[in-house]
């Protein structure tokens, strides 16, 4: 066999991005055999292409599986690996994702997981802001009060589209979530990730609050190499390399300073905001622990945590901003660099931890955020579909979930019916997945689920009566507008 042929057939329908570097390594840009090589180069050149065709069989094998697994049903398809479509959540996790390989990720060991703790370990804390604002403290205490008895139903907006998603919920089950989610965006104009909504966006988030909902704000920051508008795929979804990264955490450095203005204009709106007296749970940086955005999967002192830590120093220390209950947020701890422990930023930077899981609840993702908790507040902030109901009984801290948008009853069916999650959260296998953007599963009488008295919705007197201390510490009238 020819294996220098072989190869170069095989190299050839590689994508050029996987193919120029083993191009660009040797010293002769193509195939064959060069008149001038000695038969020792010969022979080292040869140990090189049948490297690169294994390389390049692996590749194409691999390429083949996960098109196979995106076409098969519950696979995605290419929507749900651009993430982007109609009515779905970004794809933080799957064929779409590349690991990448950082500098940190070598060099920084693993760290110890902290022992486990009982399920219900709750001790209420001080909001980690310095002179939270009353209305920050109020909303912090409400969780406390609820925790461990209540969930508060949940459902995330495109800033373009602002309610749309919420209002789907109220359709398709009858009952409106209290909770009330939205991004500051990173599109052109129109898109339904608008950068350009800004302003729109706070206004609703004003208008939400004083009509009882408690609001929940991420931030699907661009590259700091970029400025707005991007795609989601062109940006958010790419990275830093390693040197990028080391500037980005230098004070001083030139993409240090990009960034600031970025958050410094993030900050603008926020304060507008605490201008309005609206307490806001902030999410940024979101599911660290993955390789999915520019600023996630980086473990170390210098990684993806002290990025976290830098925008709430901006945030607090540099502009004063006193409304935001801080979030800290991982996804499921799948793989040895996705352990929580290796994206923890401390105690003194997080009023509530949370989970996004797009499968089920496996027991093992509760316990070992709980265990890094110190008793504070849990919850679910990213999901496809409503959690099932026997979740909170392994699981009691989850003190509310917010489905994304487009997705459990903010999708786009109707008669109170979808498809969605396992029957079971705590205790289902992982081939039953609650689903991004209704999904396939199971069929789910979303009526029912709202009816019962462990989750609270706008509509329920039960959930008026519980804020009625935080409505008037906010200075807002405690019966339902």
Same mark, same amino acid.
């Given at each position: ?68 697994? =995106? @076409?098969?049903?519950?696979? #995605? ?5 651009? /993430?982007?479509?109609? +009515?779905?959540?970004? $794809? ?75 209002? =789907? @919920?109220?359709?398709?089950? #009858? ?5 009330? /989610?939205?991004?500051? +965006?990173?599109?052109? $104009? ?76 993030? @900050? ?214």
């Amino acid at each position: 066999m020819d294996v220098t042929r072989v190869a170069a057939a095989l190299v050839a329908v590689l994508p050029s991005e996987l193919k120029l570097p083993y191009l660009a390594a040797g010293s002769h840009a193509q195939f064959g055999r060069p008149q001038d090589i000695s038969p020792q180069s010969e022979a080292q050149m040869r140990h090189a292409y049948i490297g690169i065709a294994v390389l390049a069989v692996a590749c194409l094998v691999c390429g083949g599986l996960a098109f196979a697994q =995106a @076409a098969a049903p519950g696979g #995605g398809g290419a929507g749900a690996a651009r /993430g982007r479509g109609p +009515g779905t959540r970004p $794809a933080a996790s799957g064929p779409a994702t590349n690991p990448r390989v950082y500098a940190l990720n070598r060099l920084s060991p693993l760290l110890t997981k902290p022992p486990m703790r009982p399920a219900d370990w709750l001790v209420e804390h001080d909001p980690v802001t310095p002179n939270a604002s009353p209305e920050a403290r109020a909303l912090l205490k409400y969780f406390y009060s609820i925790s461990l008895k209540h969930t508060l139903t949940g459902q995330h907006n495109f800033p373009f589209q602002q309610e749309i998603s919420t209002n =789907a @919920a109220l359709r398709n089950s #009858g009952k409106t979530p209290t909770i009330y /989610g939205s991004d500051w +965006g990173f599109a052109q $104009a129109g898109d339904k990730d608008s950068a350009y909504s800004r302003d729109d966006t706070v206004a609703e988030l004003i208008k939400q609050w004083h009509a009882g909902h408690i609001i929940v704000m991420c931030w699907h920051a661009v590259r700091p190499t970029e400025d707005v508008p991007v795609t989601f795929m062109g940006s958010v979804r790419q990275t830093l390399t390693d040197a990028e990264w080391n500037q980005l955490v230098t004070p001083g450095s030139d993409l240090n300073k990009r960034w600031l203005a970025q958050v410094d204009e993030i @900050a603008g709106y926020l304060k507008k905001l605490q201008d309005a007296h609206v307490p806001i749970l902030w999410r940024p940086f979101h599911e660290m622990n993955l390789d999915a955005f520019w600023w996630s999967g980086r473990r170390g002192e210098t990684g993806t945590k002290e990025l976290y830590r830098m925008i709430f120093d901006r945030l607090v220390n540099f502009h004063k901003l006193n409304n935001l209950i801080w979030i800290w947020n991982c996804d499921r701890p799948e793989g040895t660099d996705r352990q929580f422990v290796d994206y923890f930023p401390g105690q003194q930077y997080f009023d509530i931890l949370t989970l996004d899981c797009y499968a089920a609840f496996n027991q093992r993702y509760y316990d070992e955020m709980n265990a890094l908790s110190d008793g504070k507040v849990m919850a679910i902030s990213e999901t496809g579909n409503v959690p099932p109901l026997a979740t909170y009984q392994m699981q009691p801290k989850w003190t509310y979930y917010m489905c994304w948008a487009g997705s459990g009853p903010g999708g786009g069916g109707g008669g109170g019916r979808a498809r969605g999650p396992a029957t079971s959260a705590s205790v289902a296998p992982a081939s039953q997945p609650a689903a991004r953007g209704g999904g396939r599963g199971n069929a789910i009488d979303y009526a029912t689920i709202m009816s019962d008295p462990r989750l609270f919705n706008l509509e329920d007197s039960a959930y008026w009566d519980s804020i009625a201390d935080l409505r008037k510490a906010c200075g807002l009238p405690a019966a339902r507008p």
